[in-house]
């Protein structure tokens, strides 16, 4: 089943030429995409296209088999959740609990069903001891993850991160990381998540990555196979490695293949026997 | 930041804040109106003393109002600074040029400060003890009938939810920018008042730009949450008369009938 099917995708920011010319990708239910890029390479417009907030010029977007125009734009969107950079410009509610009853007021659901249905978002987040709070007494990481909790809420299939570490400090990040980590083995298949990122460590969370450079698919693959082979090419976007890799490059005997950070630990472990 | 208190929540567990606030909106909106009606230290005092009633129904300390207060200090010296300059009427105290200090115009200025510190203190309470969203679902409701004539009332109230929410993160943001500019040697409080007026100027700029991107972000989260229709909404906070609110009713009734008694006997 494919959860989101990208055909001949165009698109172009007024007076500025082509970012997205016949751009096709295609996304698997229940994987999880890592979509990375430098800056202006088109992650976060492609996001953005995807969730229709932008209107592209040409192509096809299906999300779930519903192919996205205006009329279907509301079904499809109640399928897919995002949560942003800022963590502030995404707080709607007063509280934690009616920022996340929000979505659901959106959605129409009865009043009496919503405080358990907020209380279990939170719950999954880890957030549930916060529902009184106000953003105000929230840090980065907090925020992000009532976010996260908002968008649960509405029971999407596919969640949509753009960059929503890049303002935290390194316990946030590590807190957010963690819970999405949790979700996906809580939910499997049934969640599909895509990781808009210019971390590579972030990026190597996750089952494929796809790397953009000014709109174009440049390399696509699983996390070994992108940073094994085109860890050249990653150097000239600018975009690096991750640490496992790096370390592995440094190492005067090297691991056969890619390992991620837990692997290479393991591995080295195992030199010393 | 954590010095105003005008327009923001704070959790609490006092009496007034189980209120409905709607009832606590009607009350607010009662005494303020209250107050236009009279020109006398007495009925003052009877104000006063129901204001002070609801402060420590409240549970919050007394020092909070008064730093509450600070921020507008300077516009109820204004204030007073014309009523006592500018009003007509004799006996004159003292003038030099234009300039004459009357006592009606000494009296004025005495009701005007007392007026304008009751005024603020009681929507300083309706602000502190109701959560925005809460506030906007109450105006939402009481305005209610509005929407026959096709006022837009579901989103005005989401729009001045919206806006409360954004008030203390534009005031941090306002202290950034400020302390930014200082760090690079812009002073904000020396030289006359066009130099102070200028000095705003690149403070003004950033903060206008962030509150736009601030703006379009929230647009585009709140339209991916599905947010289409203001009308077409459901309410997690929904709205119910308690017993708390009869009480409340209650106490405002005598207040508002000793209150007018005491305007018509003293004026």
Do not use: C
């Not at chain 1, 920022?99 to 279990?120: C, H, R, T, W, Y």
């Not at chain 1, 907090?142 to 996260?148: E, F, G, I, S, T």
């Amino acid at each position: 089943m494919d959860a989101i099917k990208i055909d001949n995708l165009a698109y172009h920011y007024e007076d500025q030429a082509p970012l997205f010319k016949n751009f096709n990708l295609t996304i698997q239910a229940g994987d999880w995409v890592a979509l990375v890029g430098h800056n202006g390479s088109g992650k976060s417009t492609l996001a953005k296209l995807i969730l229709g907030l932008l209107e592209r010029d040409d192509g096809k977007i299906t999300v779930y088999d519903l192919p996205l125009t205006e009329e279907n734009l509301g079904k499809a969107r109640e399928k897919m959740g995002m949560v942003f950079q800022n963590p502030d410009n995404q707080f709607v509610g007063a509280t934690v609990a009616d920022d996340v009853a929000f979505g659901l007021e959106n959605q129409q659901v009865p009043s009496q069903d919503m405080p358990a249905k907020i209380e279990a978002a939170l719950k999954t987040v880890g957030m549930a001891a916060f529902a009184d709070r106000e953003p105000h007494y929230l840090s980065g990481g907090q925020k992000q993850r009532v976010a996260l909790a908002s968008v649960l809420a509405l029971q999407p299939k596919i969640i949509i991160l753009d960059e929503a570490t890049a303002m935290l400090d390194p316990q946030g990040r590590a807190a957010v990381l963690q819970t999405l980590k949790d979700l996906k083995k809580a939910y499997g298949d049934q969640l599909t998540l895509i990781m808009i990122t210019h971390d590579m460590d972030e990026a190597s969370l996750a089952d494929r990555v796809v790397v953009l450079d000014d709109g174009k698919l440049v390399l696509d693959g699983t996390p070994a196979e992108v940073f094994e082979a085109g860890d050249q090419k990653l150097k000239d976007l600018g975009l690096g490695l991750p640490f496992s890799v790096q370390v592995s490059q440094a190492l005067k005997v090297q691991p056969p293949h890619y390992l991620n950070q837990q692997e290479l630990l393991q591995w080295l472990l195992t030199l010393n026997k | 930041m954590n010095k105003i208190v005008i327009g923001r929540y704070l959790p609490g567990d006092g009496w007034v804040y189980r209120l409905d606030p709607r009832t606590k909106i009607l009350i607010t909106f009662i005494y303020v109106l209250a107050l236009v009606f009279t020109n006398n230290w007495v009925p003052y005092v009877w104000a006063t003393a129901f204001l002070i009633l609801v402060l420590a129904l409240t549970k919050q300390p007394l020092a909070l109002y008064w730093s509450g207060l600070k921020p507008i200090l300077w516009l109820i010296i204004f204030t007073v600074v014309l009523q006592i300059f500018f009003t007509p009427g004799s006996p004159v105290l003292w003038h030099w040029g234009f300039l004459r200090v009357t006592t009606p115009g000494v009296v004025n200025a005495v009701y005007v400060v007392i007026r304008f510190v009751l005024i603020i203190l009681m929507s300083t309470v309706l602000t502190l003890t109701t959560p925005p969203t809460s506030i906007a679902t109450a105006l939402e409701s009481l305005l209610g009938p509005l929407k026959k004539v096709r006022v837009p009332v579901a989103e005005l109230a989401l729009m001045l939810s919206i806006a409360l929410r954004f008030v203390p993160l534009l005031l941090d943001e306002t202290q950034k920018i400020m302390n930014a500019q200082k760090s690079r040697g812009m002073s904000f409080s020396s030289g006359g008042p066009i130099k102070r007026a200028k000095a705003v100027i690149p403070m003004l700029v950033p903060l206008f730009v962030g509150a736009l991107q601030r703006a379009l972000d929230l647009a585009n989260a709140m339209e991916v949450r599905g947010f289409q229709d203001a009308n077409q909404r459901t309410h997690y906070r929904v709205l119910k008369y308690g017993h708390e609110d009869y009480q409340a009713a209650a106490v405002t009734a005598v207040f508002v009938v000793v209150f007018a008694l005491l305007v018509l006997h003293f004026g």
